[in-house]
């Protein structure tokens, strides 16, 4: 069956635009998951949804990042009045619920690039 | 805090010989993941470690967890070069109730001819 994709896959913006990722997850998976991941390092942890609402969002780095999920399915990150420390691969992941032991599956990416 | 490391950052091995991966974590946990990652693409899964003493094998990889110690190990035997990749561990950690996934900082595999 199909993955989790996002898109788009690479977004070059300028700094103090405003950009939106997209993510859309695996059927049937209620949580969601957005992580970015900076160059030569591991993927760190921004928001996770259960269904509609942000069960955690303790990993958004400061009030410019927004996410939201108002169906349950797809979700977008919102970044406001970016700038060039932004530059990453935001990587989404759905799994069958936030729950312990449920494997996350990620999807491609999207590596933003704030010039 | 909830840390994650890994050791080595950097390995470039040649091909036919055995490594290790090793994976510390700074709280218990007995939940963990192992990923590949190939240069621009996202992240595969290897292995899930779901309890003290869990051994999964795949192909030349082996991947253990030992939750007394807070240690899982990736290891590699008999090296090609189709593994040469970055191998990120990730600990699943219960706050308030909810998964959170921790991740390592990523070991470079390079494996030479």
């Known amino acids: 069956g199909a993955g989790v994709s996002q898109t788009p896959s690479n977004k070059v913006t300028e700094k103090g635009k405003y950009v939106e990722l997209r993510c859309d997850p695996i059927?049937?998976?209620?949580?969601l998951y957005w992580y970015r991941q900076s160059l030569g390092q591991g993927p760190e942890f921004l928001i996770y949804?259960?269904?509609?609402?942000?069960?955690?969002d303790s990993g958004l780095p400061n009030d410019r990042f927004f996410a939201v999920r108002p169906e349950g399915s797809v979700s977008t990150l919102k970044i406001q009045r970016t700038e060039r420390g932004d530059s990453a691969v935001y990587l989404c992941?759905?799994?069958?619920?936030?729950?312990?032991?449920?494997?996350?599956?990620f999807g491609p990416g999207t590596r933003l690039t704030v010039l | 805090e909830l840390k994650v490391e890994q050791n080595p950052l950097f390995l470039s091995m040649q091909e036919g010989k055995n490594y290790t991966i090793y994976c510390n974590y700074s709280?218990?946990?007995?939940?963990l993941y192992w990923y590949r990652q190939d240069p621009g693409k996202s992240l595969e899964s290897l292995f899930v470690?779901?309890?003290?003493?869990a051994v999964k094998q795949e192909g030349r990889l082996m991947a253990s967890l030992d939750t007394k110690a807070r240690l899982s190990t990736l290891h590699i035997t008999a090296a090609v070069h189709d593994l040469s990749a970055t191998y990120f561990c990730?600990?699943?950690?219960?706050?308030?109730?909810?998964?959170?996934?921790?991740f390592g900082q990523g070991t470079r595999l390079t494996i030479n001819p």
């Open positions: 992941a759905s799994s069958l619920g936030g729950y312990r032991g449920n494997e996350q599956f």
């Open positions: 059927s049937g998976h209620t949580a």
């Open positions: 949804f259960q269904g509609t609402g942000a069960a955690d």
């Open positions: 709280t218990t946990s007995d939940r």
């Open positions: 470690l779901l309890s003290n003493g």
């Open positions: 990730a600990v699943d950690f219960l706050i308030q109730g909810a998964q959170k996934l921790v």
